[in-house]
C-alpha cells in the first residue's frame, strides 16, 4: 500500500508523462442516442484527440469504438479498476 505522499508523487510523475486526450458528450446527446453510445463516442473523440495515434487503447467495457487502431476490451478490469473516466 502506497502512502498518501507516495501517492502524489507517483500522481504528478504520471500527470507530467501523460498524453491525454478528451471527449466530451453533453446531456441532450445522452438523451438522443443513449448513455452507452453516448459514451463511447466520448471515448472515441478523446482517442481521436490524443496527439499521437496510440498503438493499442484499452476500451473500458466488452464494445470496441469505430477506430483503425488496436482495441483490447477491459471488463471488471484487474480488481475491479475502470480504464477511462466518465
Known amino acids: 500500500m502506497l502512502s498518501r505522499e507516495e501517492r502524489k508523487t507517483l ?3 504520471i500527470i507530467s508523462q501523460a498524453i ?4 466530451v458528450v453533453g446531456e441532450k446527446e445522452i438523451d438522443r442516442v443513449n448513455i452507452l453510445q ?3 463516442k466520448a471515448m472515441k473523440e478523446a482517442v481521436l484527440s ?3 495515434t496510440p498503438d493499442l487503447v484499452l476500451i473500458d467495457g ?3 469504438l469505430n477506430i483503425p487502431i488496436q ?3 477491459v471488463v ?3 480488481g475491479g ?3 477511462g473516466g466518465g
Do not use: C, T, Y
Open 11 to 13: 500522481f504528478w510523475q
Open 20 to 23: 491525454i486526450g478528451i471527449g
Open 38 to 40: 453516448a459514451s463511447l
Open 50 to 52: 490524443l496527439p499521437r
Open 62 to 64: 466488452h464494445l470496441p
Open 71 to 73: 482495441q483490447k476490451p
Open 76 to 78: 471488471g478490469g484487474p
Open 81 to 83: 479498476w475502470g480504464v
